[in-house]
């Protein structure tokens, strides 16, 4: 399984019956396609859907059907469409339950970075900063270095998308709480040691005491 399959796999794992849930584009989307049977999610897209299922493949392939990334996706028999004022009013209005995003940057203090990407054209943060704020419960879902570097940091470098959302932390080597007394770490993969994952996290960890060793091909 790769990398980015664990995380997804594990992010599915934190979500719960009847939950209205907000997938972000890349690897937040390949959450949907670990639900377990029995567990009735509604997938929402912030440019207007509920209902959104797993990524379109092949035949499945509606051109009128997208994420808010343009990846062709498809949607149960309950789904619905609407138009952005809609879709802002769930979010804004605090109806949905968690939001899945990746992150260029998260820090100890819960603040994220994740829409401006240095010597790259930016776009604008979208709706990310609508969902931080306006979601329940924020994950970030995201691998945990990038081309070496850390990229969970005692401070974030890049511009904020928002500060003190972000509540829980998950990557291919581990799951990380955001706390008011900072950075817990509840779970690590068997293949890291802790003081190897701490080389590769620079902001400071605090090791549960029930801390958790986890199988990444069982998670």
Not at 77 to 105: C, K, P, Q, Y
Not at 170 to 198: H, M, P, Q, R
């Amino acid at each position: 399984m790769n990398p980015k399959e664990i995380i997804a796999k594990r992010v599915a794992m934190e979500l719960k019956d009847n939950q209205l849930v907000n997938l972000g584009i890349g690897l937040p989307t390949l959450t949907a396609n670990y639900i377990e049977e029995g567990i009735n999610v509604t997938f929402q897209s912030e440019n207007g859907m509920v209902g959104m299922d797993k990524v379109a493949d092949g035949d499945q392939i509606d051109p009128y059907i997208t994420n808010a990334g343009g990846q062709y996706v498809t949607i149960n028999e309950n789904g619905a469409f609407f138009d952005t004022s809609m879709s802002f009013g769930l979010i804004r209005g605090g109806h949905v339950d968690v939001t899945v995003l990746g992150a260029l940057e998260v820090d100890q203090h819960g603040n994220i970075a994740n829409w401006i990407v240095p010597g790259k054209m930016v776009p604008g943060m979208g709706g990310a900063m609508d969902l931080v704020v306006g979601a329940k419960k924020v994950i970030v879902a995201m691998l945990h270095t990038a081309k070496g570097n850390p990229k969970i940091l005692k401070e974030c470098t890049l511009p904020l998308t928002a500060k003190g959302v972000v509540d829980m932390i998950i990557t291919e080597y581990a799951v990380i709480n955001v706390t008011k007394e900072g950075l817990v770490l509840t779970e690590i993969s068997e293949d890291i040691t802790i003081d190897k994952l701490k080389e590769m996290t620079e902001a400071d960890l605090i090791i549960s005491e029930n801390l958790v060793y986890t199988n990444a091909q069982l998670v």
